[in-house]
């Protein structure tokens, strides 16, 4: 398996612009994560899907944030509108099941100007 | 709610020296799960090691062991015989047995001077 695929992998976009960031999990793997890294707040759990259905979502940061998942294979993080304070590296991740290890993609640094 | 701390933002150590990284936690959880992560300069989040919290036995890969007092909330690592390639953020995380939410502390930020 290639591991977890993100796309892309640098964004940089203008404030106010809709913002889409991909990621494609491991095959079989029935959890899928989105975390966003800052250097001020570290990693932080935005959201996460078990079989495609969001568990929780208390780490989105506001209503501009949505998530989904519409098969196994496939998420999306979307930002409309995006603000520089928006600005981190994404990551994507997915595990096989609860306790088990999260493999993460390469992430994909996010840049609002 | 589960917190990390990790209390050293940065360490150094001499390559082929051992060092230690700590990390206490807190969680409500009789079940749960520990993790250590390391993020080199590429990004890339990689597992270094598990522990499963019920399991008394420290877990050991390769150079990496940690030391679990469960009582205590500590779940240090000791990387002995430190590489070069060693150099990256670290990162102590949890999750509970149940269900799968991890929790990262703030990393520790490892280098290995040669």
């Known amino acids: 398996d290639a591991g977890v695929i993100q796309s892309p992998r640098h964004e940089v976009t203008e404030m106010g612009q809709e913002v889409t960031l991909r990621c494609k999990p491991i095959s079989g793997h029935d959890y899928l994560f989105w975390y966003r890294q800052t250097m001020m707040r570290g990693l932080e759990l935005l959201i996460y899907f078990n079989n495609n259905v969001p568990i929780d979502d208390s780490g989105m940061p506001e209503d501009r944030f949505s998530a989904k998942m519409p098969n196994a294979s496939f998420s999306t993080l979307k930002i409309q509108p995006s603000e520089p304070r928006d600005s981190a590296v994404y990551f994507c991740?997915?595990?096989?099941?609860?306790?088990?290890?999260?493999?993460f993609g390469q992430g994909t640094r996010l840049t609002v100007v | 709610a589960q917190t990390v701390t990790q209390s050293q933002p940065e360490m150094s150590v001499q390559e082929a020296e051992t060092v230690t990284l700590s990390c206490t936690y807190d969680?409500?959880?009789?079940?749960?799960?520990l993790f250590w992560y390391k993020q080199p300069p590429s990004r890339q989040m990689i597992l270094v090691i598990r522990q499963e919290a019920y399991k008394q036995q420290n877990a050991t890969e390769n150079r990496f062991s940690v030391n679990f007092q469960k009582a205590a909330k500590s779940f240090s690592l000791k990387i002995s015989d430190s590489q070069l390639g060693d150099t990256a953020m670290y990162f102590c995380?949890?999750?509970?047995?149940?269900?799968?939410?991890?929790?990262f502390g703030t990393g520790t930020k490892l280098q290995v001077i040669p």
């Open positions: 969680t409500s959880e009789n079940n749960y799960y």
């Open positions: 995380a949890t999750s509970p047995g149940g269900y799968q939410k991890v929790t």
């Open positions: 991740a997915s595990s096989f099941r609860a306790g088990t290890e999260a493999f």
